[in-house]
């Protein structure tokens, strides 16, 4: 089936959207099993957070069109580990991809530099 995921949805940058359009390994089209097994997967995973015990680095979009924010909460709230959250606002889908990546980069060398 195909996906109608709306490229544009993924970053602000629009010469990362020009590549993804022209990229033929780029899937266009997903299937319904591939649908309710990404969903039985973060049920999963919303589960099992609890008995994480690493400390965990979250960095998400704040205006993702693709996934579902208030379910990546959902999995903060279950973890009992160390964890450091960055929800950017006015950002995609593909964080690394944005425009504003390189604070996205300093946050995550940043944590890593906690845990040497």
Same mark, same amino acid.
């Given at each position: 089936?195909?996906?109608? $995921?709306?490229?544009?949805?993924?970053?602000?940058?629009?010469?990362?959207?020009?590549?993804?359009?022209?990229? #033929?390994?780029?899937?266009?089209? #997903?299937?319904?099993?591939?649908?309710?097994?990404?969903?039985? #997967?973060?049920?999963? #995973?919303?589960?099992?957070?609890?008995?994480?015990?690493?400390?965990?680095?979250?960095?998400?979009?704040?205006?993702?069109?693709?996934?579902?924010?208030?379910?990546?909460?959902?999995?903060?709230?279950? $973890?009992?580990?160390?964890?450091?959250?960055?929800? *950017?606002?006015?950002? *995609?889908?593909?964080?690394?991809?944005?425009?504003?990546?390189?604070?996205?980069?300093?946050?995550?060398?940043?944590?890593?530099?906690? $845990?040497?």
């Amino acid at each position: 089936m195909a996906s109608d $995921l709306n490229v544009q949805w993924l970053t602000h940058d629009l010469e990362i959207i020009s590549e993804t359009v022209r990229d #033929a390994l780029v899937h266009r089209s #997903a299937t319904p099993r591939w649908f309710t097994e990404v969903q039985q #997967a973060q049920a999963a #995973a919303i589960k099992a957070a609890g008995g994480i015990r690493q400390p965990v680095l979250l960095q998400y979009a704040g205006d993702d069109k693709i996934a579902d924010a208030c379910e990546t909460d959902r999995f903060i709230e279950q $973890l009992s580990c160390p964890v450091t959250v960055h929800r *950017y606002a006015g950002l *995609y889908h593909e964080i690394y991809n944005e425009i504003e990546r390189e604070s996205v980069f300093t946050d995550l060398e940043r944590w890593i530099e906690t $845990l040497l």
